[in-house]
């Protein structure tokens, strides 16, 4: 089993910029797809982006487009968000998490899930 371990949220002002890191630890690395994930106060927790094994593949919620990018290095076992412009509604604590399974741009396969790191964006 794999474990994950976030780090990098904060207190960022609007339009303000964070990278948030997830270190995977106890598998291959490559064996598994990576994906960032958040949950509002009150509200169900979302995808915002995922990425496959190879890093050459991406997904984003349409909400985080353009301003956040995914990407992995093996080397170092870890997978990186970089995000940029944040805004009050990206308000959250964010999750790394990982699945070992084929789809890997299916939300639901992502079994395995970090602690959480909380991302504050003030007005």
């Known amino acids: 089993q794999v474990q994950l371990v976030e780090s990098g949220g904060g207190l960022v002002q609007a339009g303000g910029s964070l990278r948030l890191s997830c270190v995977a630890s106890?598998?291959?690395?490559?064996?598994?797809?990576m994906g960032w994930f958040r949950q509002a106060p009150g509200k169900e927790r979302d995808v915002v982006a995922l990425?496959?094994?190879?890093?050459?593949?991406?997904y984003y919620t349409d909400s985080v487009k353009g301003r956040f990018t995914i990407s992995r290095d093996s080397a170092k076992n870890a997978v990186y968000v970089q995000m940029n412009n944040l805004q009050p509604e990206d308000t959250a604590v964010y999750y790394c998490?990982?699945?070992?399974?084929?789809?890997?741009?299916?939300?639901?396969?992502?079994?395995?899930w970090g602690q959480g790191t909380q991302v504050t964006v003030s007005s």
């Open positions: 990425i496959n094994r190879s890093g050459g593949s991406t």
């Open positions: 998490a990982a699945t070992d399974v084929f789809m890997w741009w299916v939300p639901s396969r992502y079994t395995y």
């Open positions: 106890g598998r291959t690395f490559s064996n598994y797809a």
